[in-house]
């Protein structure tokens, strides 16, 4: 046999014969039905909420594609064969639920100065645990307003990549304001040279710290613009950043694509923000009947964090906080719920930002009970941590069960719109359609 010879004889050897064909072709003919399911999740439950109209619709059928909402429906409906399914039985499914104000590195144990036993890159540890401790309590967004040392970039970056569990992340990296307000350090002597490096004390800094922070990776832009409650030598009533200022950061922002988020206690600095075009006013703790109607002329959100005072006041000296930070947490905390009832009353558009960090991750549902408690009915609570929320990030790809959005789901036993302190124990998560809690 020539050399030619032996090579055909092998080539012809491989071939396959019709039993080897007739299985290919059945493997082939079975893979675009594979190919249909791989990657499906279908849903049922006995009730659904919709967080557009605050209803809830009965045995809803969801059917979740690649991470995205691909149908919704009706228990009964056709679905595709050999679909992973899961059945929820007496439970309600919620979109994913968001919070508009999160510290995701910030830990309550350790109050005033106790933080300083420890070193930089301690936060960023705890932030991985806070971040699945925030999944579980059913966020599967957050909002982070301010953190040390880019933690929240990085996690966001992380849990992007699959490394870690968490929720979606917009960040803001560094919150900034004036030198010795509230976004800057101010607990220490000059000898220790501490300050917030993206301190900005004119609008040509303010539009420069905006390019710097969007470099590094932040999605939203966070200010402060008065004083505050747990920072030293600051009062919350303090207007800090000028309208000229926070008007430069609002514009320059805008133009990069990006939302504003404003700390903002004090009445003249609450109303100066939204003079000024930031898009939410977090806190707004001393808001007046001005600013209260200029929040609604203007479309402004707030997001008032009604809960986290019951843990600092019960927790917070034990943890180290310092009494000048329990007193200004005490003189404002009764004034802001109410002002919460005033401007909820007004028809004043309002997010669920809780401030977690100042009180444990994970507890972040407490805040629904203490909002129907100053005058939102259940539904209207549940909006402002789904459609509302959504809405005022701009997304339309959160904050609804629709098709096209994420695969962002909770399912709680019973029905949150009847009692919403349900949704503080969430045993059902599902993110981008994969579970990840399932502790029913």
């Given at each position: 046999?020539?050399?030619?010879?032996?090579?055909?004889?092998?080539?012809?050897?491989?071939?396959?014969?019709?039993?080897?064909?007739?299985?290919?072709?059945?493997?082939?003919?079975?893979?675009?039905?594979?190919?249909?399911?791989?990657?499906?999740?279908?849903?049922?439950?006995e009730?659904?909420?919709?967080?557009?109209?605050?209803?809830?619709?009965?045995?809803?059928?969801?059917?979740?594609?690649?991470?995205?909402?691909?149908?919704?429906?009706?228990?009964?409906?056709?679905?595709?064969?050999?679909v992973?399914?899961?059945?929820?039985?007496?439970?309600t499914?919620?979109?994913?639920?968001?919070?508009?104000?999160?510290?995701?590195?910030?830990?309550?144990?350790?109050?005033?100065?106790?933080?300083?036993?420890?070193?930089?890159?301690?936060?960023?540890?705890?932030?991985v645990?806070?971040?699945?401790?925030?999944?579980d309590?059913?966020?599967?967004?957050?909002?982070?307003?301010?953190?040390?040392?880019?933690?929240?970039?990085?996690l966001?970056?992380?849990?992007?990549?699959?490394?870690?569990?968490?929720?979606?992340?917009?960040?803001?990296?560094y919150?900034?304001?004036?030198?010795?307000?509230?976004c800057?350090?101010?607990?220490?002597?000059?000898s220790?040279?501490?300050?917030?490096?993206?301190?900005?004390?004119?609008?040509?800094?303010?539009?420069?710290?905006?390019?710097?922070?969007?470099?590094?990776?932040?999605?939203?832009?966070?200010i402060?613009?008065?004083?505050?409650?747990?920072?030293?030598?600051?009062?919350?009533g303090?207007?800090?950043?000028?309208?000229?200022?926070?008007?430069?950061?609002?514009?320059?922002?805008?133009?990069w694509?990006?939302?504003?988020?404003?700390?903002?206690?004090?009445?003249?600095?609450i109303?100066?923000?939204?003079?000024?075009?930031?898009?939410?006013?977090?806190?707004?703790?001393?808001?007046?009947?001005?600013?209260?109607?200029?929040?609604?002329?203007?479309g402004?959100?707030?997001?008032?964090?009604?809960?986290?005072?019951?843990?600092?006041?019960?927790?917070?000296?034990k943890?180290?906080?310092?009494?000048?930070?329990?007193?200004?947490?005490?003189?404002?905390?009764?004034?802001?719920?109410?002002?919460?009832?005033?401007?909820?009353?007004?028809?004043?558009?309002?997010?669920?930002?809780?401030?977690?960090?100042?009180?444990p991750h994970?507890?972040?549902g407490?805040?629904?009970?203490?909002?129907?408690?100053?005058?939102?009915?259940?539904?209207?609570?549940?909006?402002?941590?789904?459609?509302?929320?959504?809405?005022?990030?701009?997304?339309?790809?959160?904050?609804?069960?629709?098709?096209g959005?994420?695969?962002?789901?909770i399912?709680?036993?019973?029905?949150?719109?009847?009692d919403?302190?349900?949704?503080?124990?969430v045993?059902?998560?599902?993110?981008?359609?994969?579970?990840?809690?399932?502790?029913?």
């Amino acid at each position: 046999m020539t050399m030619g010879g032996a090579v055909q004889h092998k080539r012809e050897s491989r071939k396959p014969g019709k039993r080897a064909w007739s299985a290919l072709l059945l493997i082939a003919a079975a893979l675009p039905a594979a190919a249909q399911t791989q990657g499906t999740l279908l849903v049922t439950a006995e009730r659904l909420f919709d967080s557009r109209s605050g209803r809830t619709v009965e045995r809803p059928q969801v059917l979740i594609r690649d991470g995205r909402i691909a149908e919704v429906g009706r228990i009964g409906d056709a679905a595709p064969e050999g679909v992973k399914r899961l059945d929820l039985p007496g439970m309600t499914l919620l979109p994913g639920l968001i919070d508009m104000h999160t510290h995701i590195d910030a830990d309550p144990q350790y109050g005033g100065y106790t933080y300083l036993q420890f070193g930089d890159r301690f936060w960023s540890m705890l932030s991985v645990k806070h971040a699945r401790q925030t999944l579980d309590a059913g966020f599967t967004t957050i909002r982070n307003l301010g953190a040390d040392a880019w933690n929240d970039i990085g996690l966001r970056q992380a849990i992007d990549e699959g490394q870690i569990p968490g929720p979606r992340i917009v960040g803001a990296g560094y919150g900034f304001g004036a030198t010795g307000g509230h976004c800057d350090s101010t607990f220490f002597p000059p000898s220790m040279a501490q300050r917030n490096p993206y301190n900005a004390d004119s609008p040509e800094q303010g539009r420069q710290r905006v390019r710097e922070l969007r470099k590094y990776g932040a999605t939203v832009i966070k200010i402060c613009a008065t004083g505050g409650v747990f920072s030293r030598n600051t009062e919350p009533g303090q207007q800090q950043m000028s309208l000229e200022e926070m008007k430069a950061i609002a514009e320059e922002a805008h133009q990069w694509g990006l939302r504003v988020a404003a700390h903002a206690h004090g009445t003249s600095g609450i109303k100066d923000a939204i003079r000024a075009g930031i898009d939410t006013i977090e806190h707004a703790s001393l808001i007046d009947e001005e600013g209260i109607r200029l929040a609604k002329q203007h479309g402004t959100w707030l997001s008032m964090d009604i809960y986290n005072t019951d843990y600092t006041q019960a927790e917070g000296k034990k943890n180290g906080v310092l009494e000048d930070n329990l007193r200004k947490d005490r003189e404002v905390a009764d004034i802001q719920r109410e002002n919460f009832r005033r401007a909820h009353a007004a028809g004043v558009k309002l997010v669920y930002g809780t401030d977690s960090g100042v009180y444990p991750h994970g507890l972040n549902g407490r805040q629904f009970a203490v909002m129907t408690r100053y005058g939102m009915s259940a539904a209207q609570a549940i909006q402002t941590a789904t459609f509302n929320a959504a809405d005022a990030l701009g997304r339309k790809d959160l904050g609804i069960v629709e098709a096209g959005r994420w695969g962002d789901l909770i399912a709680v036993a019973g029905d949150p719109t009847q009692d919403v302190r349900l949704l503080e124990s969430v045993p059902v998560v599902i993110k981008g359609g994969e579970v990840v809690k399932d502790a029913r």
